[in-house]
Nanobody, 127 residues
Framework: QVVLVESGGGLVQTGGSLRLSCAAS????????MGWFRQAPGKDSEFVAG????????DYADSVKGRFTISRDNAKNTLYLQMNSLKPEDTAVYYC????????????????????WGQGTQVTVSS
């Protein structure tokens, strides 16, 4: 059984930082491209950041480029999202997701291509 568990969310002021973690179990983590998505109230889910299975490639939504950094530790089966210079518009539930990938350099950005999802962690940025 594949389980993805996000942690690290919370309430932070504008300009602050948070680091999200996603602990994965029940899968061979190094074979999966990983991603972070978010969903704000009343809005569709959106891609935030993605990383290839061995971590050599990354991609970001334009809205977070230069502020967020995705990384992974395959030895610990853990995905991270470092979020700096947070803005109120970053407020959302953040989800991690796993996509089986035979290509070690591919970054998956489409929701439909992900196989497994976590339960989400709330990030709230106050103005």
């Amino acid at each position: 059984q594949v389980v993805l568990v996000e942690s690290g969310g919370g309430l932070v002021q504008t300009g602050g930082s948070l680091r999200l973690s996603c602990a994965a179990s029940g899968l061979t983590f190094r074979l999966y491209a990983m991603g972070w998505f978010r969903q704000a109230p009343g809005k569709d889910s959106e891609f935030v950041a993605g990383i290839s299975s061995i971590g050599g490639s990354t991609d970001y939504a334009d809205s977070v480029k230069g502020r967020f950094t995705i990384s992974r530790d395959n030895a610990k089966n853990t995905l991270y999202l470092q979020m700096n210079s947070l803005k109120p518009e970053d407020t959302a539930v953040y989800y991690c997701a796993a996509s089986f990938s035979s290509d070690v350099i591919v970054v998956v950005t489409q929701t439909r291509e992900y196989d497994y999802w976590g339960q989400g962690t709330q990030v709230t940025v106050s103005s």
